[in-house]
């Protein structure tokens, strides 16, 4: 069964630090892999995915991600925050079918 | 309009109420879902509608009653429901399955509190 692993519920970091946010996945087949993020009182909404090509994925608003397969890792990163980036962030992953997997969440906090 | 609409936003209802929640999505999509968010939990996928067919549906308690009239409405009907079920319920809609080949897009959720 796929299945996603978000490393802390929570994350603190000062304006213009590097943000990382850790996502493992587990998949018995090759996987697609997504990052989505929801602002207080909205709905999720993606911020990039992998789909076997490139390894490192693009996003928007300054987030990238990159897919290692030997360390089933997918982990989000942004070189410098900002105070508009405080949301919760959700690792996904999805084989060939209907289903979304999501992760339990990373709550990320931006200090001035 | 945005692109996937929820109501109510919020809703509290008793053990023995019945009430729907209502979305409806403009993207022109195939594909609509519910899904629950309970606090430190992963989101949970409860229901799968393809062209109006349900395609999935994830053992989910008899007590909630999904309906899909047409491609761009979905309902989620309540009938007796417990206080665990409290959580926020969230829509999405894609363009078609598998989900992989495109996105989701979620509305902003009805947040149901059951007394």
């Known amino acids: 069964a796929q299945s996603v692993t978000q490393l802390g519920s929570h994350v603190s970091v000062s304006e213009g630090a590097l943000v990382l946010l850790r996502c493992n996945y587990s998949s018995s087949v090759p996987p697609y892999l997504f990052w989505y993020v929801q602002y207080p009182n909205q709905g999720l909404q993606l911020l990039l995915k992998y789909t076997s090509a490139a390894t490192l994925v693009k996003g928007i608003n300054g987030f990238e991600a990159e897919f290692k397969k030997s360390e089933t890792s997918f982990h989000l990163t942004k070189p410098s925050a900002h105070m508009s980036d405080a949301a919760e962030y959700f690792c996904?992953?999805?084989?060939?079918?209907?289903?979304?997997?999501f992760g339990t969440g990373t709550r990320l906090q931006v200090f001035p | 309009e945005t692109g996937v609409t929820q109501t109510p936003r919020h809703l509290v209802m008793g053990m023995t109420n019945k009430k729907s929640l209502k979305c409806e999505q403009h993207l022109g999509h195939n594909a609509m879902y519910w899904y629950k968010q309970s606090a430190k939990k992963p989101l949970e996928l409860m229901f799968v509608y393809s062209l109006e067919e349900r395609v999935e549906n994830n053992s989910v308690p008899s007590r909630f009653s999904p309906e899909c009239p047409n491609s761009s409405h979905l309902f989620l009907h309540l009938h007796t429901l417990q206080p665990e079920d409290s959580a926020l319920y969230l829509c999405?809609?894609?363009?078609?399955?598998?989900?992989?080949?495109?996105?989701?897009?979620f509305g902003e959720g009805s947040r149901l509190t059951v007394l």
């Open positions: 999405a809609s894609s363009q078609g399955i598998p989900v992989h080949t495109g996105e989701l897009f």
């Open positions: 996904a992953v999805s084989d060939n079918t209907d289903k979304l997997i």
